[in-house]
């Protein structure tokens, strides 16, 4: 019995030694260039894993059901990086403490509103709501109100519009935080909600946010059952075909989640 008991607590210690040394062996991960053959998470249905193949083409990947699981990952020591859109990875590194983005991009987009091709006066008018936010320094406390580095987004502020000449319609996929999604109280806030209602302030429209899967923005946009749409949305060449986008308002990317 003496020697069972022996021989299981001997079994224990090496199974504990070897998940151990299993974790210690991933690198602490300071600089862009480290990430060359490391193993990333990836969030399943994505492209990102594409997308850090363009960059790191001999790169490895493990696939989690969401990008939190990809980060929580990452925290564990299950895989050395976690890549997806840039903000998103900024927004869980600042709700989870021992996390980090780095720097660098594995890839750079711009972010943009769009509205119909036709409607040039609407696309002028984001324009110049972004443009005067900028200039006005509150662009930069929306930054810091909806990317804190550290906590989580700050409560929205108020816009009132009186509403007098209509409702804008704003199409929006309420999944992105911390562009679009639903608060602790059920409403729909983020930064692009934010701009959004700037928007409409400036129209003196009321705004009217309509909730939908990300891929139904752009039909809904076509079929004029929305104004504008907006939820982290990458301008690109072949979107630019069907819809008008706004200047960027938000440069961004692909982006690496490692442990800090």
């Given at each position: ?104 991009k594995i890839t750079t987009d711009n972010y943009g509103f769009a509205v119909q091709l036709t409607n ?17 320094g509150e662009y930069e406390q929306m930054l810091s109100r909806w990317l804190p580095n550290q906590g989580p987004p700050k409560p929205m502020p108020e816009i009132v519009s ?99």
């Amino acid at each position: 019995m003496f020697l069972r008991t022996t021989r299981l607590f001997t079994l224990y210690i090496i199974a504990f030694v070897i998940l151990i040394s299993g974790c210690s062996r991933r690198e602490k991960i300071t600089s862009f260039s480290q990430l060359a053959g490391k193993e990333f998470a990836i969030p399943t249905g994505t492209v990102a894993d594409k997308l850090v193949l363009s960059k790191f083409p001999d790169a490895k990947f493990k696939y989690f059901n969401s990008v939190l699981d990809a980060c929580m990952a990452v925290k564990a020591g299950k895989a050395d990086a976690a890549a997806y859109d840039e903000p998103i990875l900024k927004n869980i590194a600042g709700k989870n403490p021992g996390l980090k983005v780095i720097p660098e991009k594995i890839t750079t987009d711009n972010y943009g509103f769009a509205v119909q091709l036709t409607n040039i006066e609407l696309k002028n008018v984001i324009d110049a709501v972004v443009t005067q936010m900028k200039l006005s320094g509150e662009y930069e406390q929306m930054l810091s109100r909806w990317l804190p580095n550290q906590g989580p987004p700050k409560p929205m502020p108020e816009i009132v519009s009186a509403g007098s000449k209509g409702t804008l319609r704003f199409g929006t996929s309420a999944i992105t935080e911390p562009f679009s999604f639903i608060d602790g109280s059920q409403k729909i806030v983020g930064l692009d909600i934010e701009i959004a209602s700037r928007v409409a302030k400036k129209l003196d429209m009321k705004l009217e946010v309509v909730n939908m899967d990300f891929g139904a923005m752009i039909p809904a946009l076509i079929s004029n059952k929305v104004d504008m749409i907006g939820a982290c949305i990458t301008i690109t060449g072949e979107r630019a075909k069907s819809v008008l986008f706004s200047m960027p308002y938000y440069k961004g990317g692909i982006a690496a989640l490692v442990k800090e």
